[in-house]
């Protein structure tokens, strides 16, 4: 099974006046195409700091980050930007919908950012695709404000697929949700990752961490646990 992500002593340094935070310490993490990971830990941890560095919103301090086989540690901000927008699909807690635009037209906004690759087919024709994934097909034309809120979620999973990423961030994409919901959301993460899609996932919802293969924990900076999930 190949790596999609391989980071080799991975260090993050905030400064902060003239104290320093260590937000990540040398951390090494290899995770492999196909694999559902869930990443947990305490407020303050380094968690938010790890997804987004594996997501190139941020760069290490120290170390090596390769990402499917590209080293992007080093990268500059143009270059981590087509990084994300071909690689990557995020989900977030807060939906980030734009209010006023109808689900199908939200799910199409990534397409914009493809620079380097061209379409094979037409937004519209990607974006319906998306929607058809997560079962939204008969609520395209709905706004946000009449979609429940694990309607919502699952248009903000359909945008983030829509330029069909290998690799799937979610940032407590049930937190806003409650149980039942959350569950269905799951489904959904369940059904992508059986398609062949990576999925990295942090919660603080030990129950949501079991629906992964493997659970990280993470704490002061450091990966202190790192489990298969028995299911």
Not at 212 to 228: E, F, M, P
Request: proline share 3%; hydrophobic share 40%; glycine share 6%.
């Amino acid at each position: 099974m190949s790596s999609i992500i391989q980071m080799h002593r991975l260090s993050k340094v905030y400064s902060l006046g003239e104290s320093q935070v260590h937000a990540l310490r040398s951390v090494d993490l290899t995770i492999h195409q196909g694999e559902f990971v869930a990443i947990m830990g305490p407020s303050g941890s380094g968690k938010s700091t790890l997804m987004n560095i594996i997501g190139c919103l941020d760069q290490p301090t120290a170390g090596e980050y390769h990402l499917q086989g590209q080293r992007v540690d080093r990268m500059r901000r143009s270059e981590l930007a087509d990084i994300r927008a071909a690689t990557i699909g995020f989900v977030f807690q807060g939906f980030n919908l734009l209010s006023r635009t109808s689900a199908l037209e939200n799910v199409e906004i990534p397409t914009q950012y493809l620079r380097r690759r061209k379409l094979t087919e037409s937004p519209r024709s990607r974006a319906i695709e998306a929607l058809q994934r997560v079962g939204l097909q008969d609520r395209m034309h709905h706004v946000p404000s009449q979609l429940s809120g694990g309607q919502q979620q699952r248009v903000a999973i359909a945008r983030s697929l829509v330029n069909q990423p290998s690799l799937l961030l979610a940032d407590e994409p049930t937190g806003n949700l409650d149980s039942t919901t959350s569950e269905e959301i799951m489904d959904v993460f369940h059904n992508l990752n059986a398609q062949g899609i990576t999925v990295v996932m942090v919660t603080h919802e030990q129950d949501i961490a079991q629906h992964a293969k493997r659970i990280l924990v993470v704490r002061d900076g450091i990966i202190v646990s790192d489990t298969a999930v028995v299911k």
